[in-house]
């Protein structure tokens, strides 16, 4: 059974989850470290270079903590009863509430991890050359 909903039909048998897998959680904090450790390889050196990639740093961890953070309040807090997390496969099969409509959780993974590993391993690759000229 099918529902008409902002001129696409979408299918009743698919969990909607509103919140995104822990997995996708761990893996944006991976890519957040794999973008700082590039950064520090490739381009440390001089003592004003280490302060800059040192601040850097800061606004990184920043970036992760304040959401993880946030995130741990919002989970001890919430007044429902928590539910049982899924399992990631299971997680990926269903769809993601964007606000404006549902989409394949596996499609809203890959928009949310695209650019920030595009960003990881573009530094990774300026880390590889920088490396490689010096």
């Avoid at 309040?73 to 539910?83: C, D, E, Q």
């Amino acid at each position: 059974m099918t529902v008409p909903r902002h001129d696409q039909h979408i299918s009743q048998n698919r969990q909607v989850s509103r919140g995104l897998h822990r997995w996708v959680y761990f893996a944006m904090v991976g890519l957040a470290v794999c973008y700082a450790l590039s950064a520090w390889v490739g381009f440390a050196g001089s003592d004003y270079d280490n302060y800059l990639l040192f601040v850097v740093t800061g606004f990184i961890v920043m970036s992760v903590a304040l959401p993880a953070i946030a995130g741990r309040v919002w989970r001890h807090h919430r007044i429902n009863a928590p539910g049982r997390t899924k399992a990631f496969p299971d997680w990926m099969a269903g769809e993601f509430d964007t606000g404006d409509r549902p989409v394949k959780a596996s499609t809203a993974t890959i928009e949310i991890l695209l650019p920030l590993a595009a960003v990881a391993f573009g530094m990774m690759a300026f880390a590889i050359l920088a490396m490689v000229e010096s």
